[in-house]
């Protein structure tokens, strides 16, 4: 008799730990599916590092928030089936809002921030003869970390970048030394650089 039990309660054990007894978890009698929201926040073309991301069931009000990774992508796992608002706001830029259904099927959702405003930075590449230099890669970075923008000069010798909010850039392009440049909101600086 004991040796039954025994036996009896190490399967039912084993079976509870295998989730051979699991259900589904259930809201209003429904079986709830989970899938992946993933995505990409950019602004300006270029992926935004350390932005806020927050997704909200609009059956449930019940919301996650995730921060960007250094390529602007954001992972949130294990979301029940439903419809969704994801917000995605970062300081300088216009907080942007679009829906997304998530299924059984991971969803991909990617937003692009417009800033809230309308700085450029204006760079100049000449020769030693005051001629325009096409082609020179140009690297501009906001602050002490994120992304760095990148880009070409055109065959005048100019790289521009709009809809920068205001900080300071460290601007450079190979063989010279750095610069720096202090934009102000809706302004424009002009950098030269003498190769």
Known sequence: MRKALASTLLCLTTALSL?????????????IQV????????????????ARVQVTNLATQLSRTA??????EFVFPQLPDGAYEVTASA????????R????????????LLDSQREGRISVLVLNREAKAKPNVRVQV???????PYQGLTD????????????????????????????????KTVSVEFVQ
Not at 19 to 31: C, H, I, S, T
Not at 35 to 50: D, E, H, N, Q, Y
Not at 159 to 168: D, E, K, M, R
């Open 141 to 147: 970075q906001y602050g002490s970390g994120g992304s």
């Open 100 to 111: 997304a259904q998530v299924t059984t099927q991971p969803a991909t959702v990617n937003i």
């Open 19 to 31: 989730g051979v007894f699991a259900q589904q978890p259930k809201l209003n009698n429904r079986e």
């Open 91 to 98: 300081e300088g830029f216009d907080t942007k809002t679009v």
């Open 67 to 72: 921060t960007t990774t250094s390529n602007g």
């Open 155 to 186: 065959s005048g010798g100019a790289f521009n970048l709009y809809h920068l909010g205001a900080g300071l850039y460290t601007i450079t392009i190979p063989g010279e030394p750095s610069k720096q440049a202090a934009l102000a909101t809706n």
């Open 35 to 50: 899938s992946t929201l993933r995505g990409k926040i950019s602004a300006t073309g270029v992926p935004f590092r350390t």
